[in-house]
Structures are given as structure tokens and as C-alpha cells.
């Protein structure tokens, strides 16, 4: 591995040992951004594996719509250029804190993407039917919410019903964002398995 890819795992490492021992609260944002072909924007840390929307933590004093549009212009160099619109918000309980996320959804943008290398090892537009197989836990059940309308409550993963959000979003066709003011927004519970 090299020390470009050495430095963020080690930093990430020692933020989850910090975490297990605290257990604070996070509050974080993800987006979702698509082309004009429909294509979906994915970003791959390279400090964790698998392929996520592109989001972060919310700093001291920052609103959550705010941190959306930073965190999309730090990660992938491009910016927001309409309001950013809720689209739901996700809760994980478990041993080591608790984190609470919110999806955006960036309809308006500009610019090439341009991934901060430190942190981004690749970022690109996926086609709804050319999702890559290694696809973060999360981020393949609100891609399922989103684009398919399925329901993120499901046995042996510890996740809890979405609410009625879900069928709004199916509503709305495949492939397809929710009409402004129409999507979804719903709360899940995820519990982290005893052990």
C-alpha cells in the first residue's frame, strides 16, 4: 500500500478507536447527484472500501444543507448551484456512538469532477444498471429506495421499516428523483449486532 493510501487509513483507524471509546453522536450528509443521463455519482475512499454517495461530517455551527454542498465541492471539486433538497434522513445506533445521516439531492450542479485525491481515490457517474458490485451497505439500500421504490426493512441486517416515503419514490417511476417537495423522508433504525 502506498502513503497516499497509508495516511487516511491510519487517520480513519485511530477517528474509530477515538469513537469506540467516547461513543459520541455524528451527524453527517450524503448527495445524491445525477447526470443528464440519469447516471449516478459515486465516490470510493480510500480509506474504507466500497463505492458511496459523496458526503462528510457537519462542522460545528454548519447547517446540514450547507455541509452538503461543501462536502460535494471538497470531495469531487463540483458545485451546487441550486438548493440542495432533503430527500431523508437515517439513524444507526450502535455500540461504539450513534451517527445520523441525511441524503441530499443536488438537481442543479456545474463543473468537472475533480476528486480530492487525499481522500477520493475515484469518483464517477454509474448508470442505474451498471452499479459496480461493491457498493456500500447504505448506499445500495437508498439507491433501492430511490430508484426501484423497495423498502429498506429487511430480517437478519437489523434495519427497521422506512415508512410510507417508499412508495412515493416508486410512485414516481424508475430511474427518476421524486418531484420537487414529493420525495420521500422517513427515518430508518439500524442496530448494530451485540457481540
Given at each position: ?17 477515538w ?6 453522536t ?23 472500501p466500497?463505492?458511496?454517495f ?15 454542498a ?8 463540483l ?6 433538497r432533503?430527500?431523508?434522513?437515517h ?21 468537472t ?27 445500495r ?37 421524486p ?14 449486532p451485540?457481540?
Amino acid at each position: 500500500m502506498t502513503t497516499r493510501r497509508l495516511v487516511p487509513r491510519y487517520l480513519f483507524l485511530a477517528r474509530r478507536t477515538w469513537l469506540r471509546l467516547r461513543k459520541p453522536t455524528t451527524l453527517g450528509v450524503r448527495l445524491l447527484v445525477r447526470d443528464h443521463d440519469g447516471g449516478v455519482l459515486l465516490v470510493h475512499h480510500t480509506y474504507i472500501p466500497g463505492w458511496h454517495f459523496p458526503g462528510g461530517a457537519v462542522d460545528r455551527g454548519e447547517s446540514l444543507p450547507a455541509a452538503a454542498a461543501r462536502e460535494l465541492r471538497e470531495e469531487v471539486g463540483l458545485r451546487a448551484t441550486g438548493r440542495v433538497r432533503l430527500v431523508s434522513t437515517h439513524a444507526r445506533f450502535g455500540a461504539w456512538g450513534h451517527d445520523y445521516v441525511t441524503l441530499f439531492a443536488a438537481d442543479q450542479w456545474e463543473g468537472t469532477l475533480a476528486p480530492d485525491r487525499f481522500e477520493i481515490a475515484a469518483a464517477r457517474f454509474f448508470r442505474p444498471d451498471e452499479l459496480p458490485e461493491d457498493l456500500s451497505r447504505a448506499t445500495r439500500r437508498r439507491l433501492g429506495e430511490l430508484l426501484w421504490g423497495r423498502r429498506s426493512g429487511r430480517s437478519g441486517e437489523g434495519s427497521r421499516g422506512v415508512g410510507t416515503g417508499i412508495r412515493k419514490a416508486a410512485r414516481d417511476g424508475p430511474h427518476r428523483f421524486p418531484r420537487e417537495g414529493g420525495g420521500p423522508q422517513f427515518l430508518t433504525r439500524r442496530r448494530s449486532p451485540k457481540g
